[in-house]
């Protein structure tokens, strides 16, 4: 019903930047929250940063004041913009869009496949 396509990951020195990007399709009348979630091996997964449609934002505290979530709400699109990253921020990163409501009037929660993002000391 939905699809999320990711892009922008790879290998980036300790210091660098990287930018993710999420473009959503399929039957979306709105998505209410869209966001990253990161993995790294032996860990659970966790919230990186999310953003509503009204575009209020929520970071997790290791990366507030380094990476910057947006979101074009006209393309379905949410963007990661990560600065100064650090080893510890090595992990498969997984867009995630949540409660879509469907032209049907439904709700749906859906996730990307994840990009792997790895930073090197």
């Known amino acids: 019903q939905v699809q999320l396509v990711e892009s922008g990951g790879g290998l980036v020195q300790a210091g660098g930047s990287l930018r993710l990007s999420c473009a959503a399709s399929?039957?979306?009348?709105?998505?209410?929250?869209m966001g990253w979630y990161r993995q790294a091996p032996g860990k659970q997964r966790e919230l990186v940063a999310a953003?509503?449609?009204?575009?209020?934002?929520n970071y997790t505290d290791s990366v507030k004041g380094r990476f910057t979530i947006s979101r074009d709400n006209a393309k379905n699109t949410v963007y990661l913009q990560m600065n100064s990253l650090k080893p510890m921020d090595t992990a498969v990163y997984y867009c995630a869009a949540l409660k879509v409501l469907h032209y049907g009037m439904k709700y749906g929660d859906y996730w990307g496949q994840g990009t792997q993002v790895t930073v090197s000391s």
């Open positions: 399929g039957s979306i009348f709105r998505i209410n929250v």
């Open positions: 953003v509503t449609s009204g575009g209020v934002t």
